[in-house]
């Protein structure tokens, strides 16, 4: 299917979304309560993932607890859905109330001297709310925005969310085109200031590095620290937490202030380590649908 005829196909989808975008939150969550429970208990929409994955990470919870985790995190995970949709229509001042940063000061330390920053993330939370970090910066234009991603399979969705995550003009840098972009960044005389979401499971010709998390022997993505290590930037890990359903609240922790001069590892050491804290804080909270670890078969 050629692109013209791709938009034609999914210009319905596109008004729908456009008009439920319109509506208030409040609204969306009732929508978002049904598709948790139809996610969650009716096409049990990777439900035995999210189920091992709990158990596993939790040994020490009862089944009550680990099923309450369960439960709350499809709510989570809907909710995110919707959020992400109004991203479509939310004025800038509703932005900067239910999705508020702390400590950008000391972001703002590090670019005042010059230096970039590598921002560790993860799908905890609502990470598409992240971009809007923009909005919190004195003097923006000094800073190259930019957040590193998956393309989807999908084209049209791919281009969809790609919109989404350019709303407060912030770059969308595809994996495989990171390192270009950021010499260009730094060709042009600014810094960059790039999310990367290191929480997933790394690529075949990455991973390379083992730790304890969350009870399990876990591979992480060491590519982002090596990145960060060859353009001598900064690591700076956002910590989320969830104040109120559509309130999120994110703290800047320092990881270090030049990657290139700490040992190999330290540094994907210290963000699995703050993630499993975060984690820890809201279980819930988390995307255990992702296959993170893998299972032996039975």
């Given at each position: 299917?050629?692109?013209?005829?791709?938009?034609?196909?999914?210009?319905?989808?596109?008004?729908?979304?456009?008009?439920?975008?319109?509506?208030?939150?409040?609204?969306?969550?009732?929508?978002?309560?049904?598709?948790?429970?139809?996610?969650?208990?009716?096409?049990?929409?990777?439900?035995?993932?999210?189920?091992?994955?709990?158990?596993?990470?939790?040994?020490?919870?009862?089944?009550?607890?680990?099923?309450?985790?369960?439960?709350?995190?499809?709510?989570?995970?809907?909710?995110?859905?919707?959020?992400?949709?109004?991203?479509?229509?939310?004025?800038?001042?509703?932005?900067?109330?239910?999705?508020?940063?702390?400590?950008?000061e000391l972001l703002e330390r590090l670019v005042g001297e010059?230096?970039?920053?590598?921002?560790?993330?993860?799908?905890?939370?609502?990470?598409?709310?992240?971009?809007?970090?923009?909005?919190?910066?004195?003097?923006?234009?000094?800073?190259?925005?930019?957040?590193?991603?998956?393309p989807l399979r999908n084209q049209w969705f791919d281009r969809?969310?790609?919109?989404?995550?350019?709303?407060?003009?912030?770059?969308s840098i595809p994996k495989n085109g990171v390192l270009r972009?950021?010499?260009?960044?730094?060709?042009?005389?600014?810094?960059?200031?790039?999310?990367?979401?290191?929480?997933?499971?790394?690529?075949?010709?990455?991973?390379?590095?083992?730790?304890?998390?969350?009870?399990?022997?876990?591979?992480?993505?060491?590519?982002?620290?090596?990145?960060?290590?060859?353009?001598?930037?900064?690591?700076?890990?956002?910590?989320?937490?969830?104040?109120?359903?559509?309130?999120?609240?994110?703290?800047?922790?320092?990881?270090?202030?030049?990657?290139?001069?700490?040992?190999?590892?330290?540094?994907?050491?210290?963000?699995?380590?703050?993630?499993?804290?975060?984690?820890?804080?809201?279980?819930?909270?988390?995307?255990?649908?992702?296959?993170?670890?893998?299972?032996?078969?039975?």
């Amino acid at each position: 299917m050629n692109a013209r005829l791709r938009n034609m196909a999914y210009a319905p989808l596109e008004g729908l979304l456009h008009l439920a975008a319109l509506l208030p939150l409040r609204v969306l969550y009732l929508f978002s309560d049904f598709l948790a429970f139809l996610a969650g208990d009716v096409i049990r929409y990777r439900r035995t993932v999210v189920e091992a994955n709990i158990a596993a990470s939790f040994p020490e919870k009862t089944a009550g607890e680990r099923r309450k985790i369960v439960r709350r995190f499809y709510r989570n995970f809907t909710d995110v859905f919707v959020e992400t949709i109004k991203l479509l229509h939310v004025s800038d001042a509703e932005m900067r109330r239910r999705m508020q940063f702390e400590n950008v000061e000391l972001l703002e330390r590090l670019v005042g001297e010059g230096r970039s920053i590598g921002l560790y993330c993860s799908h905890f939370c609502n990470w598409e709310w992240i971009t809007s970090v923009t909005q919190w910066f004195a003097n923006p234009d000094r800073i190259a925005f930019s957040q590193v991603y998956r393309p989807l399979r999908n084209q049209w969705f791919d281009r969809f969310y790609f919109g989404l995550r350019s709303r407060f003009h912030s770059e969308s840098i595809p994996k495989n085109g990171v390192l270009r972009a950021l010499l260009a960044a730094r060709k042009s005389g600014k810094v960059f200031v790039t999310g990367f979401i290191s929480d997933q499971k790394p690529s075949h010709n990455d991973g390379l590095y083992h730790i304890n998390f969350l009870n399990q022997d876990t591979r992480f993505i060491s590519g982002t620290e090596m990145l960060l290590r060859k353009m001598k930037a900064a690591a700076v890990y956002a910590d989320v937490e969830r104040v109120g359903r559509g309130y999120y609240r994110m703290r800047f922790l320092p990881i270090a202030d030049d990657v290139s001069q700490e040992a190999e590892n330290a540094v994907t050491g210290r963000y699995a380590r703050l993630l499993e804290q975060t984690i820890r804080r809201q279980p819930s909270n988390w995307l255990w649908s992702h296959n993170r670890w893998q299972r032996p078969k039975h």
